[in-house]
């Protein structure tokens, strides 16, 4: 599984990364970011990472299938 941030919506609430912090954190420029294992594929999603992708504000997160891509949340 692969986190996403929208960076065009992400406005840097800091939610993900206080509820998730091996997942999230908010960047210097004060955007959330996934790290590393979220960034690329191999993470497990877990139920605080999936709530978190529920109340973002903005939407600004999204999981994808780290094989085929497809997304996994939230529905379309
Ligand atoms: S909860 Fe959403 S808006 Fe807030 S920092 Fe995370 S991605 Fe950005």
Request: overall charge negative.
């Amino acid at each position: 599984m692969v986190v996403r941030v929208d960076r065009d919506r992400c406005i840097g609430s800091g939610m993900c990364a206080i509820s998730v912090p091996a997942a999230l954190a908010l960047g210097p420029d004060g955007l959330a970011r996934p790290l590393a294992g979220y960034a690329s594929g191999g993470a497990e999603l877990t139920p605080e990472l999936a709530e978190a992708v529920e109340f973002c504000p903005v939407e600004a997160l999204v999981l994808h299938s780290a094989r085929g891509g497809h997304r996994i949340a939230p529905a379309e």
